[in-house]
């Protein structure tokens, strides 16, 4: 095989790892990021606050809302996908559904707050030397 085709050989396949870096990347990721994304929302539960970091409203009797809410909280990755789900009572306050409509939110939406995106870059800038062979 001459230099040039073993050249473009290598380059070929050089092209095809590029190609499958962010699947690669994504399927690391997702198990670390399953981790930092439940520290936050667990974080979020214990101080009462929504993703978007306003307070929920206290209980009538003035304490602080759903402080069990995290026994419910399941979050975990599959495959390169992070699945965050709520059951039991505190799917009903998070989606406003429960007795008196009082909305608390527990798990992010409609858009990724601060603690979630830097939950995401700390999570890519962990697994991103791993992936490249910095390590």
């Known amino acids: 095989m001459s230099s040039n085709a073993a050249a473009r050989e290598r380059l070929a396949q050089l092209a095809k790892d590029l190609r499958a870096l962010p699947r690669a990347m994504a399927l690391e990721a997702a198990p670390v990021g399953a981790q930092k994304l439940d520290a936050v ?4 539960i214990s101080a009462g606050v ?4 306003s307070a929920w409203p206290l209980r009538l009797d003035g304490g602080k809302a759903l402080q069990n809410a995290g026994d419910e909280l399941e979050v975990k990755a599959e495959g390169t996908v992070i699945l965050a789900r709520i059951s039991g009572p505190y799917a009903l306050h ?5 007795r ?3 909305q608390r939110r527990i798990i ?3 858009f990724a ?3 979630v995106v830097q939950a ?3 999570t890519l800038a962990e ?5 490249l062979g910095l390590e």
Do not use: W
Request: proline share 17%; glycine share 10%.
């Open 41 to 44: 929302l667990r974080a979020n």
């Open 50 to 53: 929504a993703p978007d970091g």
């Open 94 to 98: 998070h989606l406003g559904k429960a």
């Open 100 to 102: 008196g409509h009082v």
């Open 108 to 110: 992010p939406t409609k």
């Open 113 to 115: 707050p601060q603690p």
């Open 120 to 122: 995401v870059e700390e």
């Open 127 to 131: 697994v991103m030397p791993r992936l």
